[in-house]
């Protein structure tokens, strides 16, 4: 099984909707993080969270951690056409937390977003 | 420097060959990982260099595969003699250091095809 879970792998909306991507982790999360990535290019990185509780917001994208649930949502509000892409959550789940880039990442949500 | 560049953005191998993936971090970093995306397998780490030192290469195969970040020049990831199964996308990250709180930027990748 997946270190890191995502859901729903898929997601197909209508333009002006809202909508929310889970990540949820079997470890212990030091430090959660979310990139873009659309088809064939590099990732783009979103937000980071460290702490529990931590929420964040850029634009209409706004991400939250819940470190108890070992849990974090990507939320995006009044969906639009540019938002489509895969979306992955990446995390160190290293003990103790390495506190460097060695990331697991889950298996990504992709978003199609229908005007 | 507008981020982490990778070269060649595509790059095709006969089965035996070698192929050789070039990452310039950002200006400053002196922090390199390498990360590898397979098919149907998500993003999974690879290495972590700094500067003429390999910090955690947990996840490189053990055969044919070798990273280095010189003093001087790009990081290089090497893979001889690629088979079909190395056709992926290869990413590289750099950090400032060692501890980072801002994200880490990916570049945007190198696709083997090994044919």
């Known amino acids: 099984s997946q270190e890191l879970e995502q859901s729903p792998q898929s997601l197909i909306v209508q333009e002006g909707k809202n909508l929310t991507i889970n990540c949820t982790s079997s470890k212990t999360l030091y430090g959660l993080y979310w990139y873009k990535q659309k088809y064939g290019e590099g990732l783009i990185f979103l937000m980071m969270?460290?702490?529990?509780?931590e929420e964040k917001s850029h634009e209409k994208i706004t991400a939250k951690l819940d470190e108890k649930k070992q849990q974090s949502s990507l939320h995006i509000t009044a969906s639009q056409p540019s938002h489509a892409g895969i979306y992955l959550c990446g995390a160190d789940l290293n003990a103790g937390g390495t506190s460097y880039g060695k990331l697991t990442f889950g298996q990504g949500t992709i978003l199609t977003v229908h005007p | 420097n507008a981020g982490v560049m990778q070269n060649p953005r595509h790059l095709v191998r006969r089965r035996g060959q070698e192929a050789r993936l070039r990452c310039s971090p950002m200006?400053?970093?002196?922090?390199v990982y390498w990360y590898r995306q397979l098919p149907e397998e998500g993003l999974k780490f690879m290495v972590y260099l700094q500067k003429e030192n390999i910090i955690d290469e947990s996840g490189m195969p053990k055969e044919r595969f070798s990273a280095e970040f010189p003093k001087e020049g790009p990081s290089i990831l090497r893979i001889q003699q690629v088979v079909r199964g190395d056709s992926a996308a290869y990413f590289c990250?750099?950090?400032?250091?060692?501890?980072?709180?801002?994200?880490?930027?990916f570049g945007s990748g190198t696709r083997l095809t090994v044919v």
């Open positions: 990250a750099s950090s400032p250091g060692m501890k980072n709180y801002y994200g880490y930027t």
């Open positions: 200006k400053g970093h002196s922090h």
């Open positions: 969270l460290q702490k529990g509780g």
